[in-house]
C-alpha cells in the first residue's frame, strides 16, 4: 500500500496515535515520513514540544489536545477515517479502553495497543487486538544477545 495513495483515494492514510511521550512522537514523526498524516493525542499540550515544528507546520503531523479514552475526542480527530490506529500512553488500562473504541465503535481496520501488562497483553490479543509489550521485546533481545 501506498501511504500516500492508499487504495487509489486522495491524500494521505491517516494514522492516529494515543499519546505523545517518546515512542508516541517517535511513531509520528517515522509514518509522516512514509508518507502518513501522523494525527497525534494527548491530554497534556506541553507532550507535543517534543514534536518536530516542521513536520507540524507541513501538515504532515497533526497534534491534537485531547483524551483518546473518549470517543468524542477520537471523532473530534477524525479518527474513524484512520487506516490505523496506534495506542501507546503510559497508561495500559487507557491504552486498552481507547483500541477498543477503535476496534469495536470506530472500526479502525489496524489496531495496535501497546500494554506493559503481560496477563493483560494475553487478554486483549484474544480480543482481535495487536498488542505489542515492551517487556517481551526487551526479554528477546536479552535472550538472543545471551545466546547469540
Same mark, same amino acid.
Given at each position: 500500500?501506498?501511504?500516500?495513495?492508499?487504495?487509489?483515494?486522495?491524500?494521505?492514510?491517516?494514522?492516529?496515535?494515543?499519546?505523545?511521550?517518546?515512542?508516541?512522537?517517535?511513531?509520528?514523526?517515522?509514518?509522516?515520513?512514509?508518507?502518513?498524516?501522523? &494525527?497525534?493525542?494527548?491530554?497534556?499540550?506541553?507532550?507535543?514540544?517534543?514534536?518536530?515544528?516542521? =513536520?507540524?507546520?507541513?501538515?504532515?503531523?497533526?497534534?491534537?489536545?485531547?483524551?483518546?479514552? =473518549?470517543?468524542?475526542?477520537?471523532?473530534?480527530?477524525?479518527?474513524?477515517?484512520?487506516?490505523?490506529?496506534?495506542?501507546?500512553?503510559?497508561?495500559?488500562?487507557?491504552?486498552?479502553?481507547?483500541?477498543?473504541?477503535?476496534?469495536?465503535?470506530?472500526?479502525?481496520?489496524? &489496531?495496535?495497543?501497546? =500494554?506493559?501488562?503481560?496477563?493483560?497483553?494475553?487478554?486483549?490479543?484474544?480480543?482481535?487486538?495487536?498488542? &505489542?509489550?515492551?517487556?517481551? =521485546?526487551?526479554?528477546?533481545?536479552?535472550?538472543?544477545?545471551?545466546?547469540?
Amino acid at each position: 500500500m501506498n501511504a500516500r495513495f492508499p487504495d487509489a483515494g486522495l491524500g494521505p492514510a491517516r494514522v492516529v496515535i494515543v499519546g505523545c511521550g517518546r515512542t508516541g512522537a517517535d511513531i509520528a514523526v517515522s509514518l509522516s515520513e512514509a508518507g502518513y498524516l501522523a &494525527v497525534i493525542l494527548d491530554i497534556e499540550m506541553s507532550a507535543f514540544d517534543i514534536l518536530p515544528s516542521g =513536520l507540524i507546520e507541513d501538515g504532515d503531523i497533526q497534534p491534537i489536545l485531547g483524551d483518546g479514552t =473518549l470517543e468524542s475526542d477520537l471523532r473530534r480527530a477524525f479518527a474513524q477515517d484512520a487506516s490505523v490506529f496506534i495506542a501507546v500512553s503510559g497508561n495500559d488500562a487507557a491504552n486498552a479502553l481507547s483500541a477498543q473504541i477503535a476496534h469495536h465503535m470506530l472500526h479502525i481496520p489496524k &489496531v495496535i495497543c501497546r =500494554l506493559n501488562d503481560l496477563v493483560m497483553k494475553e487478554m486483549y490479543e484474544g480480543l482481535e487486538l495487536t498488542t &505489542v509489550s515492551p517487556t517481551d =521485546l526487551v526479554r528477546d533481545l536479552i535472550i538472543d544477545a545471551t545466546n547469540g
